[in-house]
C-alpha cells in the first residue's frame, strides 16, 4: 500500500503547508536530507495551548503529537515536490513538551507522532528520536515538535 493509500485509509487530508511564525524557513534540504521546522500543536485551526501536567492530560498531548505530524507530512510533501513516495526514511524527531517540573510521560505524548509516522511510512517511518520535558513553547503551544528526513 503507498504512502497516499495509507493516508486516505486513515482518513487523513494532509493541510495546505504553514506559514513560518518568524525569521526562518518550513525546511531546509542538504543532499538528500531535509530538516523540517518545528510544527506547534493546533486545535481548530489555533495553537493549541496547554501545559502537560497542569491543565493538559498525557491523552491530549498525545492527540497534539498526532497532529503535528500530519503537518510535519504536509509540509514534507512539499519539500518532496508533491510527492510523499519520495521520502526514503523519517530519520528522527526531536518533541518538546510544555510540562510541569513533575510531569514525566513527554515519551508517551510524543508516541503520537512516532506510531502515527510508522503506520503510514512502514519500517521507513520508524526513527530515533528525543522527548523533553520544557519550561514554554512559543505562543504557549503544548507540544512541538521538528523532524528529519532523508528523501530520494
Not at 510508522?118 to 517511518?125: I, L, N
Request: proline share 2%; with cysteine.
Amino acid at each position: 500500500m503507498s504512502v497516499y493509500e495509507k493516508l486516505k485509509a486513515l482518513n487523513i487530508t494532509l493541510p495546505a503547508v504553514a506559514a513560518p511564525a518568524a525569521a526562518y524557513v518550513m525546511y531546509a534540504q542538504t543532499g538528500n536530507t531535509v530538516f523540517l521546522s518545528g510544527h506547534l500543536a493546533k486545535k481548530d485551526g489555533k495553537v493549541w495551548v496547554g501545559q502537560l501536567g497542569k491543565n493538559t492530560t498525557t491523552e491530549e498531548g498525545k492527540e497534539a503529537a498526532r497532529g503535528i505530524a500530519i503537518e510535519l507530512m504536509a509540509t514534507l510533501q512539499a519539500a518532496c515536490d508533491g510527492d510523499l513516495g519520495r521520502v526514503k526514511r523519517i530519520v528522527k524527531l526531536m518533541s518538546l513538551v510544555n510540562s510541569t517540573g513533575d510531569f514525566t510521560e513527554q515519551h508517551l505524548v510524543t508516541n503520537g507522532a512516532s506510531e502515527l509516522l510508522a503506520e503510514v511510512f512502514g519500517d521507513a517511518g520508524k526513527h530515533a528520536r528525543s522527548a523533553f520535558g520544557v519550561a514554554q513553547i512559543p505562543l504557549g503551544a503544548c507540544v512541538e515538535i521538528e523532524l528529519i528526513a532523508e528523501i530520494n
